[in-house]
């Protein structure tokens, strides 16, 4: 499971956020076709971005999310060559990081 | 006998002052954050007053023509429906997207900080045609903002 970003600044002078993470985020409602098994709920819970050791930004996410989420938003103060961190973990307690270069 | 249960209280007190101070520094810890935790409860409700309530306990909710919800008029495929939330307000602190006729209706809840346009865009699973609701708190009020997304086939079951 990765993080794909692209952090760039934007003519309104903000900078855009772009991120996808490769997950399969599954609902728990679903069943296994073959045995016919529930398959367990596996879902990003939270997602963060983080600009000089302050969180800008905090998303709660449930199982409604889609698989592989996309996720963008925009935020104000950083400037080009400023470094992002952005972060997930899920309800199984797995997690990505990952540093974006504002471009 | 009477200056054993007199150091038994000092022992007690001091029990009880030391778990006092760990209390007081986990929670000046949690205060450093700047953010609510998990709404667990809003995402476990199942019904849209469920979600309203434990995101915003008793709260008016006031429609506001400063949010837009885009997406698209059909969905075809309700596993994948493109949202974008923009609230035209200042000073959000959070916002928060909610699609009624799912199972549980919460989807996702976006805290930000001042500096922080108030702009998200997710890709969001519909199980049928729904309004999706935009939630957005600012100076303390809650605003919202809909749209509704006709779904063919929905995107929750296997």
């Not at chain 1, 760039?8 to 045995?35: A, C």
């Not at chain 2, 199972?103 to 890709?123: K, L, N, Q, T």
């Amino acid at each position: 499971m990765t993080i794909k970003s692209k952090t760039k600044m934007t003519s309104d002078g903000n900078v855009q956020v772009k991120m996808l993470i490769k997950h399969p985020m599954e609902t728990g409602q679903r069943k296994d076709r073959k045995t016919g098994k529930p398959i367990p709920a596996h879902y990003v819970e939270v997602v963060t971005c983080e600009w000089q050791g302050k969180e800008m930004i905090r998303a709660h996410w449930g199982p409604a999310i889609s698989k592989n989420p996309y996720l963008s938003f925009k935020i104000s103060g950083p400037q080009a060559g400023d470094t992002l961190t952005l972060r997930w973990s899920d309800n199984k307690g797995e997690s990505g990081e990952q540093q974006s270069q504002v471009s | 006998m009477k200056t054993l249960e007199i150091q038994r209280r000092k022992v007690l007190k001091g029990a009880l002052a030391t778990s006092l101070v760990a209390l007081a520094a986990s929670w000046g810890m949690l205060g450093n954050r700047a953010y609510a935790s998990r709404p667990q409860m809003a995402f476990d409700a199942e019904d849209v007053d469920g979600t309203l309530k434990a995101l915003f306990g008793d709260d008016a909710v006031q429609d506001s023509g400063e949010i837009t919800v885009k997406g698209p008029e059909i969905a075809e495929n309700g596993a994948v429906v493109p949202i974008k939330v923009t609230a035209k307000m200042n000073d959000v602190q959070s916002i928060a997207i909610i699609v009624p006729e799912n199972p549980a209706p919460m989807v996702a809840s976006f805290d930000m900080e001042s500096g922080i346009v108030p702009e998200v865009s997710v890709r969001i699973k519909m199980g049928k045609t729904s309004d999706v609701i935009a939630l957005v708190k600012s100076n303390g009020q809650v605003y919202r903002g809909a749209k509704e997304v006709k779904v063919t086939i929905g995107g929750c079951g296997g």
